[in-house]
């Protein structure tokens, strides 16, 4: 084989690796990971310094990172614009709006439509009732850890145990409360027990005071894609009643947006 395009595909090789790679640095901002140095990024990711840094360099070069005066590292503009033209592009929050709406307006509560990205939910749709708790902080992009919340369990509707430990890794899983779930035998049977009650349900997992529930969104070929949830103070909204009249009106809301976008239900329990 000639030796220049020998030279070529190892070029296209290393270009192609340094692509992964850069997409790591990228993936180890998260919510809670928001600033970090050369060391922490290295340390994260198992790589040298030295080759950390070149990296990074790169990814500023690029506007895909930036570096503060005290030499920490950040997601730059250019992840942001790429995230809302990603969110853009969705048809769900335009297609979904009608059926948030009509389910907050029912409810009195604030509603929200996500899909998961490996371990987190994204929220891709919502709408607000009276703000309060955690919902003034949450909007169209935020990401939380999907094992804490309602919505990523209804997202995680037919996954097995072996599913869970491939999605968040090795238990256990960082804790934020004590009710948090931290291995793939709870949060399976928060999974088991959501296809009994119809939909999943989180209390007092990722921040006390808040009770959600949410239901799962299926596509044309039955594939959970998203999942719609109803969000409330716990101090207000009991559980006997989020779960006698509230779940209802949430299942029947996710079911209709599920047949909006394709889904043919075949008298299944929960879908």
Known sequence: MNMKVQERRRERADEVQALGKGLQILRAFTGDRQRLTLSEVAGLLGWSKPHTLRLLRTLVKYGFVEVDEAGRYH????VLEL????????RFPDMAEPFLTRLSRRTGETVNLAVRDGPEVVYVARVSATPRLLETR?????????????????????????????????PPWPRFTPNTRVNEV??????R???KLGVAVCEDELEFGIRSIAAPVRDEHGRVVAAMNMSTNGAIVPYDRLIRELAPLLITEAQAFS?????????KTGE
Do not use: C, M, N
């Open 193 to 195: 027990a959501a296809h």
């Open 186 to 191: 709870q949060l399976f049977e928060d999974i």
């Open 259 to 267: 047949r909006a976008i394709g889904y043919r239900p075949q008298g």
């Open 83 to 90: 995230g809302s033209a990603y969110l853009a592009t969705l």
């Open 138 to 170: 949450l909007q169209v992009g935020s990401r939380l850890p999907a094992y804490a919340t309602a919505l990523g369990k209804a997202t995680l509707w037919d996954a097995r145990p072996e599913d869970l430990v491939e999605i968040f890794g090795p």
């Open 75 to 78: 997601l730059g503009l250019f």
